[in-house]
Each structure stands twice: as structure tokens, then as C-alpha cells.
């Protein structure tokens, strides 16, 4: 297979990993930032665009998930499959997932698969297992992207002002 698959984009290059689904191989680029990370000042606040980066961004692990209650709010909650695979939590937790077909390039004009994951705007990410992206981008040659987005009272808690409207998740 190589190299590690590598990206220009008007951020700046981004490194990749590539693995193996089924004996195919698919390349992954993971936990890329779409948005500043909403701490600080910025928590409550509309995201912010991220900044270019010089350096080329290893997308090679998986990011925290952002923060929940993970304590079975549902009865089936617990025994959902890959729910408990998270990668910890953390209020810095605006990426994406990209999974690609192998050979994919800019000129192969593939259908592009957008994925927000359910969970009724309080639990849930893209890092579990369900959601990853690798399986589906091999056998049906599509680009998956899949997001995380603010949950709970740090993406939708509103005090009707200007200051924290709400839907604040993305």
C-alpha cells in the first residue's frame, strides 16, 4: 500500500492512515478540526473557523468524544453495540471522520456520504464503532464523513439573549 495517504487542503496538508476492511484497503483521515475549539471565552458561543495550520495534521487517531452523561439514559443504552469504545470526552470535540476509498482521488467523482450521528442532541459521537465510516466507503466506493457535534446543555442551552441563543452544537 505504501505511502500514508496525504491531502492539500486550503488549511494545509493533512496525513492520513490507511487499513484494511475485508482484505481491501481503505484510507481513513481522523479527527480533523472543522471549528476552534469551543472553551473558554468561546463555550455557548457560534463556532468559530479554524485556523490554517503550517505543519502537516496527522488525522491518525480518533478524538474525544464531547462531553455527555453516559450512564445509560435509555434502557437499551447500555447494550448498544460500540458505545463503549469512546476515546474519553472533552468540550474540544468539533471534528471529523473522513473515510475514503483506496484509490479515490480528486478526479473519481465519488458520491460523498454526510453522517450526524442520532442520540437526541445529548449522547452519542462519531468514534464508535457503529459509526465508523471504513466499511461503507469500501464496499459501496463513497466518501463517508462523519461529525461530532456539542451535546446537551453545552450545544442547546439557551437564555433567549444575543449572548446564548442556542443550537450552538455545530
Request: glycine share 10%.
Amino acid at each position: 500500500m505504501g505511502a500514508l495517504p496525504e491531502v492539500n487542503t486550503p488549511l494545509g496538508k493533512i496525513e492520513g492512515v490507511t487499513s484494511q476492511i475485508e482484505g481491501l484497503p481503505v484510507k481513513a483521515f481522523l479527527g480533523i478540526p472543522y471549528a476552534k475549539p469551543p472553551v473558554g471565552s468561546l463555550r455557548f458561543l457560534k463556532p468559530n473557523p479554524v485556523e490554517p495550520w503550517d505543519n502537516i495534521f496527522q488525522a491518525n487517531k480518533q478524538p474525544p468524544a464531547c462531553m455527555q452523561y453516559t450512564e445509560g439514559p435509555f434502557p437499551w443504552y447500555d447494550d448498544m453495540p460500540g458505545y463503549d469504545t469512546f476515546y474519553g470526552t472533552s468540550e474540544d470535540c468539533l471534528y471529523l471522520n473522513i473515510y475514503t476509498p483506496y484509490f479515490a482521488n480528486k478526479r473519481s467523482k465519488l458520491a460523498v456520504l454526510f453522517w450526524i450521528h442520532g442520540g437526541g442532541f445529548t449522547l452519542g459521537s462519531n468514534v464508535i464503532d457503529m459509526y465508523d465510516g471504513r466499511t461503507l466507503s469500501q464496499r459501496e466506493n463513497v466518501i463517508v464523513v462523519t461529525i461530532q457535534y456539542r451535546l446537551g446543555l453545552f450545544g442547546f442551552l439557551s437564555s433567549n439573549t444575543s449572548d446564548a441563543p442556542g443550537n450552538m452544537g455545530m
